[in-house]
């Protein structure tokens, strides 16, 4: 939704370093002997490098009676004062180190060992929905991890997320990934709150209402500008379903393969079987009885989708070698978009279109947060592309 960042987040690993495992027997003086190549890395090959883009955020905070959220303007909602709807239009940056290289896991009586490989990550993220004040809203260092198959549990090969959010929780999430030709299939979400353990059973509450401002909600009076950038059923459908900003990014993009990530950190109804979960702080947690919670995270639930999308480039006239930083022919104002780096091996002498794929991730995020007698759908979506120019290959040009 918002104008891609122009800087990155960066997280870094030392250069002479790679995971290994400690041969058993070593003599001093003659060197280690050299390791077999790491562990495939699967789906997690395409989480190189840097990458920008933008989004959007919503979720419902708790509203202490202590310490109450000033609003702008009067109040004339008649829901309960337990909480305020936070919007926010995203601009965000997720970087990935190199991989670690071989992980050395031991297996016991049931199971051989394994070795896993994986990514470090950093992802930073802004609210934009005033441009010119942007606010950091979160920082999740973490690792993307490749499982192979395993015997004990009998699993397929799986990945990992874990990742670590200053608010005082920690997640990991494990699942699977397919590979699809096409573009994917992105299904609507639902922020309304539920009570707990019966997420058939929701509560709405006037703050979706993006028509209604006397509400408690973060922008209260989305009619205004700098909000009324978009309309108010601009803003209804978002809330309605935050993965619309998704599918409205694609709508006119021409997507070749889709590899899909899906992972969570609760036990999946039928194999294969996962492992993972949250923990909070005690604050999070509340009081000692955990029936109470300030705002205790209890699951997440993520897809990413990895696309590989074809751009059409319009080439003007140059000089063979001549470098040229481009962009393709449908980017579209306000929506991510990656810049190429087209150096031609001949002359152009007339205005040339190319056409090139890229990668482009794109994922849909809910976490789960418990307060009240509740739990509250925490929604984040956002589509990214790589922060620096692709590199177009000789093959093009035939």
Avoid: C
Avoid at 203 to 230: C, E, K, M, Y
Avoid at 368 to 388: I, K
Wanted: hydrophobic share 35%; no cysteine.
């Amino acid at each position: 939704m918002a104008d891609q960042v122009k800087t990155t987040a960066t997280i870094a690993i030392p250069t002479d370093f790679e995971f290994g495992a400690v041969p058993p027997i070593r003599v001093i003086g003659e060197p280690i002997p050299v390791a077999p190549a790491p562990p495939p890395l699967g789906p997690l090959a395409a989480f190189i490098g840097e990458w920008i883009g933008g989004g959007f955020n919503t979720i419902f905070r708790p509203d202490s009676g202590a310490t109450p959220t000033p609003m702008p303007g009067p109040i004339t909602t008649t829901d309960p004062a337990d909480n305020v709807l936070e919007l926010n239009l995203t601009s965000e940056s997720l970087t990935f180190s190199p991989s670690l290289g071989t992980v050395p896991n031991r297996g016991s009586s049931t199971q051989a060992d394994i070795s896993l490989n994986g990514v470090p990550y950093l992802q930073t993220i802004k609210d934009v929905t005033i441009p010119t004040a942007p606010v950091g809203i979160h920082a999740e260092p973490g690792l993307w991890m490749a499982v192979p198959a395993t015997t004990a549990p009998q699993d397929p090969a799986t990945v990992v997320r874990m990742g670590s959010i200053p608010h005082g929780t920690t997640i990991e999430a494990q699942g699977t990934s397919t590979v699809t030709n096409g573009p994917p299939n992105i299904p609507a979400v639902d922020i309304t709150p539920f009570f707990r353990g019966q997420p058939g059973n929701k509560v709405p509450f006037q703050n979706q209402d993006a028509a209604n401002q006397g509400t408690r909600r973060i922008p209260q009076n989305l009619s205004v500008a700098p909000f009324s950038s978009l309309t108010i059923a601009q803003w209804q459908a978002m809330i309605t379903d935050p993965n619309s900003v998704l599918r409205n990014a694609i709508k006119n993009q021409t997507i070749k393969s889709t590899t899909t990530i899906s992972i969570s950190t609760t036990q999946p109804p039928v194999p294969p079987a996962f492992g993972g979960g949250t923990d909070n702080i005690a604050f999070l947690q509340g009081d000692a009885t955990g029936t109470n919670p300030n705002a205790q995270s209890i699951q997440l639930t993520a897809t990413f989708w990895i696309e590989e999308v074809e751009h059409t480039i319009l080439v003007p006239i140059s000089k063979p070698g001549q470098t040229q930083i481009l962009k393709p022919q449908t980017a579209v104002l306000g929506l991510p978009t990656p810049t190429f780096s087209v150096s031609p091996p001949i002359a152009i002498t007339t205005p040339r279109t190319i056409t090139f794929t890229s990668a482009q991730i794109q994922y849909s995020q809910t976490v789960l947060l418990n307060f009240g007698p509740l739990s509250w759908p925490h929604v984040s979506v956002a589509t990214l592309v790589p922060a620096s120019p692709i590199t177009v290959p000789p093959s093009v040009w035939g």
